[in-house]
């Protein structure tokens, strides 16, 4: 079975710091992995996915992610972030055959100044 | 383009009634899956539902069912509640069964007492 681990569930980052949220997912098969961010009372909004191609994958913000086969993982990655990226983040992998997708628990990046 | 809406964004009920939330997808999609998040978790997979067939079920009871109109509009119909059935409710659009991305909307929140 297809799961996805978070590794932490809470970031706190000063303004224009740098930040790595970690994510972790089991599958014997091939995968598509995707980052969500929500913020506070809103719904998921896709920051960046990997389908194939290359490891490295750029999405909306500012945010980039690489996919690593051997370690199974797909951290994502800003250089430099900002206080309106305070929200939670959201990795997720699809489950093949009917398109559905298993989120991990979540990671509340809190951004400070 | 319009994207996913979602109604009503907020509803309050007691503990044995029914729900019907309601979906629209984004413009020409034709698959929508409904994912149930509970206050700080991630989303868990409800159903899918593509071109009005139900198209792939995650593990919940037969009392969540679901509707998919001939515009591709979705309802989500939850009876005699509970109340572990408190959280938000998403619904996410996206084109063919096998399509990676799924768009979200902004979810119901849904309060049981």
């Known amino acids: 079975a297809q799961s996805v681990t978070q590794l932490d569930s809470q970031v706190p980052v000063f303004e224009e710091a740098p930040v790595e949220l970690r994510c972790n997912y089991s599958?014997?098969?091939?995968?598509?992995l995707f980052w969500y961010v929500q913020y506070p009372n809103q719904g998921l909004q896709l920051l960046l996915k990997?389908?194939?191609?290359?490891?490295l994958v750029k999405g909306i913000n500012g945010f980039e992610a690489e996919f690593n086969k051997s370690q199974t993982s797909f951290h994502l990655r800003k250089p430099s972030v900002h206080i309106s990226d305070t929200a939670e983040y959201f990795c997720a992998v699809l489950k093949g055959g009917y398109n559905k997708l298993i989120f991990g628990a979540g990671t509340r990046l809190a951004v400070h100044p | 383009e319009t994207g996913v809406t979602q109604s009503p964004t907020h509803l309050i009920k007691t503990r044995g009634q029914q729900v019907t939330l309601r979906c629209s997808s984004q413009s020409g999609h034709n698959t929508v899956s409904w994912y149930q998040q509970a206050l700080g978790q991630g989303p868990q997979f409800i159903f899918q539902y593509y071109r009005e067939e139900e198209n792939g079920r995650g593990n919940f009871p037969p009392r969540f069912s679901g509707l998919q109109f001939p515009n591709y509009s979705s309802e989500l119909n939850v009876n005699a509640l509970e109340l572990d059935d408190s959280a938000l409710y998403l619904c996410?659009?996206?084109?063919?069964?096998?399509?990676?991305?799924?768009?979200f909307g902004p979810g119901t929140r849904l309060l049981v007492l």
């Open positions: 990997y389908l194939s191609g290359s490891t």
């Open positions: 996410a659009s996206s084109f063919g069964q096998r399509e990676e991305t799924q768009y």
């Open positions: 599958s014997s098969v091939s995968v598509y």
